[in-house]
């Protein structure tokens, strides 16, 4: 079983940044693919990163290609999500989500079905 905790969201202007951190405890790391889904009051949760269990594959939603990266450190068993240039339709509950899969998978799972485990979210807010 993996636990997964995020940090780092909060309220910040359009147009600046926020980094969100995400502590797996409870699995083997770095057999895990790691993404980022958020969910905004009244819609679907939806994709907006994943990171290949070995980092060297990573894909965006478009909608944040371009001001948000991804990466990972498995030494430290965390994952982290950089967001610049924030725009207030950013604004969402962010959730950390990992997927066991074999070390030849890219890890290209954009649905939140596909996913095994999740944090509990944390808010990000961002003001026009």
């Known amino acids: 079983q993996v636990q997964l905790v995020e940090s780092g969201g909060g309220l910040v202007q359009a147009g600046g940044s926020l980094r969100l951190s995400c502590a797996a405890s409870g699995g083997t790391f770095n057999t895990y693919a790691m993404g980022w889904f958020r969910q905004a009051p009244g819609k679907e949760r939806e994709f907006v990163a994943v990171?290949?269990?070995?980092?060297?594959?990573?894909y965006y939603a478009d909608s944040v290609k371009g001001r948000f990266t991804i990466s990972r450190d498995n030494a430290k068993n965390t994952v982290s999500l950089q967001m610049n240039s924030l725009k207030p339709e950013d604004t969402a509950v962010y959730y950390c989500t990992a997927k066991s899969i074999g070390p030849t998978n890219s890890g290209a799972f954009m649905s939140q079905y596909d996913y095994d485990y999740w944090g509990q979210g944390t808010q990000v807010t961002v003001s026009s």
């Open positions: 990171n290949s269990r070995s980092g060297v594959h990573t």
